[in-house]
């Protein structure tokens, strides 16, 4: 997902998911892959160096975890606690999200 159209759609119409460092939208598409897209806020994050390094924390879980998961369009919004938070806890929130969206779909 790359267009803000794209986004807000997932935004409105999609399923959440949501725990103290992660919120995800997710809804189907009409692809035979998943797909992700993140929105990292600056007033949230501040530094560049913050922000990537929740996005590519993001997107290797996604890369890892993407075989199991459903045809489905996913929006990751990272949430202020995300920011003081270490690697592993990052990363077993978001396999929960993974595992929450491969069951309910």
Do not use: C
């Amino acid at each position: 997902m790359h267009q803000p159209a794209e986004f807000r759609q997932v935004r409105q119409r999609g399923k959440k998911f949501t725990d103290a460092y992660f919120s995800l939208s997710v809804v189907a598409n009409h692809e035979s892959y998943p797909r992700l897209g993140l929105s990292i806020a600056t007033r949230t994050f501040g530094t560049a160096v913050a922000r990537n390094r929740i996005k590519r924390l993001t997107r290797e879980s996604f890369r890892l975890n993407q075989h199991a998961l459903p045809p489905v369009d996913i929006a990751v919004y990272a949430r202020e606690a995300a920011r003081a938070a270490g690697p592993r806890a990052l990363r077993a929130s978001l396999d929960m999200h993974w595992k929450s969206i491969s069951q309910r779909w």
